[in-house]
């Protein structure tokens, strides 16, 4: 078991620098926004998160690599400490990028001669190490979303990586179906196999209306038309703080695009791009997506409809991996574009954080906001499962969120 998690361990942790590779040394420091964190931010955070919750328990008489990262690189673990300002992480020019690379690779070091030392909590270490590989997973997919973020301001529209041929335009839609669901008493939720977050348990029962649930997500090319006719500049089709929103940012189209001549482009991951009008439309915000389903004479699935819905069906599509970082439709509901949901991100009955500082990890962020499922083409494969809740505000748009739409 030991030799898997250290192989796993060394995998991920890779491929985050695998990640940093087409970077120059400029483009990890900059912060565009307080929500994003530069790259250098992640690949310590990750690291100082093994070193809070795997060495410093269980390595006898640990010392830290060095005292003042538990407060640099602390996120939002109260019970572990102060944490650095969110908003001012672009300020942090040291640790250097070479010196944080080092912590990585001390971290990693330190993590895999625990894993060979014949630990006798051995099998507590190897489910905090694969909770923080979860963890480290979901900072390679912030990773890409804020890069994305920053890069888009630089008016020479830089290329992070050259987009795969494959992944080019032409490639059609399939026709846009709806698919019934008896629905009923059904259970949704983590069944215990394997991993889980703990925002993903327990396993409840639920009731759920028949429903239909499309079969792809909303294209580039049905956006259009929603802003043809008028969509952001009719009220009716917006909740009263998404057009708030709207005068406030003065949002007229997705985040990323651009009209000029008539004509739309995105600035993407592989620079700019024009629009794919088969494509899923993303970056869009909660307020979008709803306003977009009420047009269309729809609505948005509930968070117990889109799992009963993909419940069985196995984690295809595109994932970060494979090198193409604009969405692209698959055969099933994962690994295009995370899909927003009517639900709010709320405990599931019986929800109990653990007493510890990991307690901290999702549980103190069920407040105002709304929960999405599906994954992303940024998404690390191995992060998806159907029970995944993904949650962000209803204003966030840097995250690749897009529309499937579903009806009564």
């Known amino acids: 078991m030991t030799a898997s998690v250290t192989e796993r361990f060394r995998a991920v942790r890779g491929f985050s620098l695998a990640l940093c590779e087409p970077l120059e040394a400029e483009d990890y420091v900059v912060q565009s926004m307080p929500d994003a964190s530069p790259v250098k931010w992640h690949l310590a955070h990750t690291s100082w998160f093994f070193e809070t919750f795997v060495l410093e328990p269980f390595v006898t008489g640990y010392q830290p690599h060095h005292p003042q990262f538990r407060v640099l690189f602390n996120s939002y673990y109260q019970t572990v400490g102060p944490q650095f300002t969110r908003a001012e992480r672009g300020m942090l020019t040291r640790p250097t990028v070479r010196e944080v690379f080092a912590y990585r690779h001390a971290i990693d070091d330190a993590v895999c001669a625990l894993l060979a030392s014949r630990h006798d909590a051995l099998p507590a270490i190897e489910a905090r190490i694969e909770l923080g590989l979860q963890h480290e997973s979901q900072h390679q997919e912030l990773l890409l979303t804020d890069l994305q973020h920053a890069l888009s301001f630089n008016p020479l529209q830089p290329v992070y990586r050259v987009q795969p041929e494959a992944a080019s335009l032409g490639v059609a839609a ?74 406030r940012t003065s949002t007229r189209l997705p985040l990323y695009w651009s009209e000029r001549d008539g004509e739309y482009q995105r600035y993407s991951l592989h620079g700019a791009l024009p629009i794919d009008p088969e494509a899923p439309v993303c970056h869009v915000s909660y307020y979008e997506a709803d306003a977009y389903a009420r047009w269309a004479g729809a609505r948005l699935p509930s968070e117990g409809e889109w799992e009963l819905a993909y419940a069985s069906q196995p984690v295809t599509g595109q994932f970060a991996e494979d090198g193409a970082l604009v969405p692209r439709h698959t055969s099933s509901g994962f690994g295009s574009a995370w899909a927003w949901t009517r639900s709010p991100y709320v405990a599931y009955p019986g929800f109990q954080p653990s007493a510890d500082a990991l307690g901290e990890y999702n549980g103190k962020f069920m407040c105002d906001q709304w929960v999405l499922r599906g994954g992303s083409c940024f998404t690390p494969r191995a992060s998806l499962r159907a029970t995944y809740r993904n949650f962000f505000p209803a204003s966030a748009r840097w995250q690749v969120t897009g529309i499937r739409l579903a009806r009564g």
């Open 174 to 247: 399939p026709a846009l179906e709806f698919a019934s669901h008896a629905g009923g008493l059904v259970e949704i939720g983590h069944s215990g196999v394997g991993f889980a977050f703990d925002n993903e348990t327990p396993r409840h029962r639920v009731y759920v209306e028949p429903y239909q649930l499309a079969n792809r997500l909303v294209t580039q090319r049905e956006y259009c038309e929603f802003i043809a006719d008028g969509g952001y500049q009719r009220p009716e089709l917006w909740l009263s703080e998404g057009f708030a929103f709207l005068e």
